[in-house]
């Protein structure tokens, strides 16, 4: 299993960015998708947003609700984070999450700064 995140960046408050990550090595429709983030190092990673297999149900956090959204293209095997109106609470590492065969599987991170 790999995943492998990108679109990390340096925004403005108030802006927007899209990450993506693309997985491989399972059978991505069939599973859950989540994107955690983690603010400052040694700080516990947080969920911020969960999709069901084919994306019908999705899930935030309520510092995300109504900003960010989940979504995903099981034909290209990737799972979208867009995240408009930025804060600089915002500002994490950024990673995505599978649970495949009892083990869960992250990505490297993508750095996300809010900042003017």
């Known amino acids: 299993v790999q995943l492998v995140e990108s679109g990390g960046g340096l925004v403005q408050p108030g802006g927007s960015l899209r990450l993506s990550c693309v997985a491989s090595?399972?059978?991505?429709?069939?599973?859950?998708m989540s994107w955690y983030r983690r603010q400052a190092p040694g700080k516990e990673r947080e969920l911020v947003a969960?999709?069901?297999?084919?994306?019908?149900?999705?899930n935030y956090a309520d510092s995300v609700k109504g900003r960010f959204i989940i979504s995903r293209d099981n034909a290209k095997n990737t799972v979208y984070l867009q995240m408009n109106s930025l804060k600089a609470e915002d500002t994490a590492v950024y990673y995505c999450?599978?649970?495949?065969?009892?083990?869960?599987?992250w990505g490297q991170g993508t750095q996300v700064t809010v900042s003017s």
């Open positions: 999450r599978a649970f495949v065969g009892g083990t869960e599987y």
């Open positions: 969960v999709s069901t297999s084919a994306g019908g149900r999705r």
């Open positions: 090595g399972f059978t991505f429709s069939s599973y859950v």
